[in-house]
């Protein structure tokens, strides 16, 4: 129900172009931004797949020159930004389409504040400066291989992290032609990311109208989708579908401070360097079962998101919350029936009990910004850590 | 140091010859259609003196024009725009965009919808337009395929819609 008397902000600076074709929007939309010479940016990988002939043939009559850059590595640095800060100058390009989540995106955001000033604003930045000018064009090109982070504020170099609203992309592009079917792991730890995004967005005590509105949409899609596009990669509408999920997921989480599930995973991904998406799919029915328990922040309607509006309408009020918790456990196991070395527990990560308190101080230090009590993060670790799905 | 590639991007020749051809088309079937169709030329008749719309692809063309005369006729007055006085610009927003409508893939409203265009104008005459075009297109289309282009298939008795199509045709493509 709207609440009259709360006050509340939502930023969401990026034009979105999906389906069909879209991709053949992006000569007009760069000119509507005053860019005529875009540089693209993408992996070795991507390029192989045939993703820059897809590019090419999207500006095709469109007498537009473009760069493309498919050197992008899994781990950028400062380094490569210096070198591609020349490029980009010499060559008199004038906006950046990142073709890629990822190590892509990190890369476009960086190069992006280098370009729009110098290459020494990044360090600036990464010591909480303001940027002070107005950044170049940036699109974002978005796949199922995804950190979770693309859409959002944030972007990391190195040793370097980077946040400003600024770094938000102006465009994003989903086309089922840059959404290819990746490896089944790949496409479940996104999903199971931007699932982790809508959860604890919509479970957040700073939860507001539009972050709901995106968490809704964002979970409705990966509920409807994921499997069928596990079952059949081929399936075009259904990875499109599950694209647009991690937009809305990333929206909604770039809203609100990152929750507990996420945070956590991130560290868990840090010391054992597995896909943190996964991970967070094998903490987040325990941080549920947890909010269910304490009775506080738990919404009584997150049963709507998980299970669909017919099922919630369904199912007595009392049995709601018990049934959202069930819901993600039969996703989760249908899951881990369909990836192959889907890990069952964090302690088939070679997460030892012992490691444990490492990652309790973690997150009940920087990680979650002191919000949750490391009792509860205690509690889910450990649950995490015991059972096996 | 990984290797920066400079691609200048072909061009379409046969998709744009092909949207070039419907343009010229469907201008002169528009011009046509004014003289038989009485919803056509009320649609016309509707707009200021002397209007002049053009329905082009971006960034460079193909595009047709048309326009009202002195006399309040309809005309088909080319592709150049140089030097005409375009009171509506329609402008789809790339080559692809264009292809599927001209394909009957997706109807103007529908491309409309998916933002596929852009106006540049009255929105009470672009409106008016894209009346004109679904008439157009139901003479100019069998049923089968106009029924995808239109938004909604008009019940019009056989004799008279065969009777204006003999007529809107042997406009379009002889001039009669």
């Known amino acids: ?389 | 140091m990984n290797i920066l590639r400079e691609i200048q991007p072909s061009s379409k020749p046969v998709k744009r010859a092909y949207v070039a051809l419907m343009l010229w088309f469907v201008g002169r079937a528009i011009e046509a259609a004014a003289r038989v169709d009485g919803a056509v030329k009320a649609e016309f008749d509707g707009l200021s003196p002397g209007f002049t719309f053009s329905l082009g692809v971006m960034p460079q063309g193909p595009m047709m024009i048309v326009g009202k005369d002195d006399q309040g006729l309809v005309r088909y007055l080319g592709w150049n725009p140089e030097g005409q006085k375009i009171d509506l610009k329609m402008k789809v927003k790339n080559l692809e965009g264009a292809i599927l409508m001209f394909t009957f893939q997706e109807s103007t409203a529908l491309a409309t919808a998916r933002n596929r265009l852009i106006v540049d104008g009255e929105v009470p005459a672009a409106c008016a337009i894209v009346r004109v075009l679904d008439i157009v297109e139901v003479y100019l289309l069998p049923k089968l395929i106009a029924k995808l282009a239109v938004k909604r298939y008009p019940d019009w008795s056989f004799g008279e819609k065969i009777w204006n199509r003999v007529r809107i045709y042997a406009g379009a493509v002889l001039g009669l």
């Not at chain 1, 879209?22 to 797949?49: C, F, H, Q």
């Not at chain 1, 978005?142 to 992290?161: I, K, Q």
């Not at chain 1, 192959?340 to 088939?348: K, Q």
């Open chain 1, 1 to 389: 129900m709207f609440q009259p008397q709360s006050a509340y902000a939502f930023y969401s600076p990026t034009k979105v172009l999906s389906g069909n074709k879209a991709l053949e929007n992006l000569p007009v939309e760069l000119d509507g931004m005053n860019a005529v010479k875009p540089l693209i940016l993408t992996t070795p990988v991507l390029s192989a797949r045939g993703m820059e002939k897809v590019m090419e043939s999207a500006f095709g009559d469109s007498n537009l020159t473009i760069g493309v850059f498919a050197g992008v590595p899994s781990q950028p640095d400062l380094r490569l930004i210096r070198e591609l800060y020349g490029l980009y100058r010499d060559n008199g390009y004038d906006a950046i389409i990142a073709l890629g989540g990822g190590p892509v995106m990190d890369t476009a955001k960086a190069l992006n504040v280098a370009v729009s000033g110098r290459p020494e604003d990044l360090e600036s930045l990464a010591d909480r400066n303001p940027l002070t000018k107005k950044l170049r064009p940036l699109a974002a090109i978005l796949n199922l291989d995804l950190s979770g982070c693309e859409m959002t504020r944030y972007a990391s170099l190195g040793s370097l992290s980077l946040t400003s609203p600024a770094l938000i992309p102006d465009l994003m592009i989903i086309d089922s032609r840059t959404v290819p079917a990746e490896e089944h792991k790949t496409m479940a730890a996104t999903a199971l990311m931007s699932m982790t995004q809508a959860v604890e967005a919509c479970l957040h005590p700073a939860r507001n109208p539009l972050t709901d509105a995106y968490a809704y949409g964002a979970a409705r899609f990966i509920m409807e989708n994921i499997t069928n596009v596990l079952k059949n990669p081929s399936e075009r509408k259904g990875r499109l579908a599950l694209a647009n999920a991690a937009f809305f997921a990333q929206t909604s989480f770039d809203n609100l401070a990152p929750g507990m599930v996420y945070e956590l995973g991130m560290a868990i991904s840090r010391s054992c360097q597995t896909n943190p998406g996964l991970i967070m799919g094998l903490l987040l029915p325990h941080f549920l079962l947890l909010e269910m328990r304490k009775e506080i922040a738990t919404r009584n309607d997150l049963y709507l998101f998980i299970g669909g509006p017919e099922a919630f309408a369904g199912t007595m009020a009392e049995a709601s919350s018990r049934k959202a918790v069930d819901r993600i456990v039969e996703i989760l196991l249908e899951l881990q029936s369909l990836v192959v070395d889907f890990p069952r527990s964090i302690r088939d990560l070679g997460i030892k009990k012992e490691d444990l308190e490492g990652l309790i101080v973690q997150g009940s230090a920087a990680g979650v910004r002191g919000e949750y009590d490391p009792q509860d993060i205690r509690n889910i670790l450990e649950k995490a850590w015991e059972t096996r799905f």
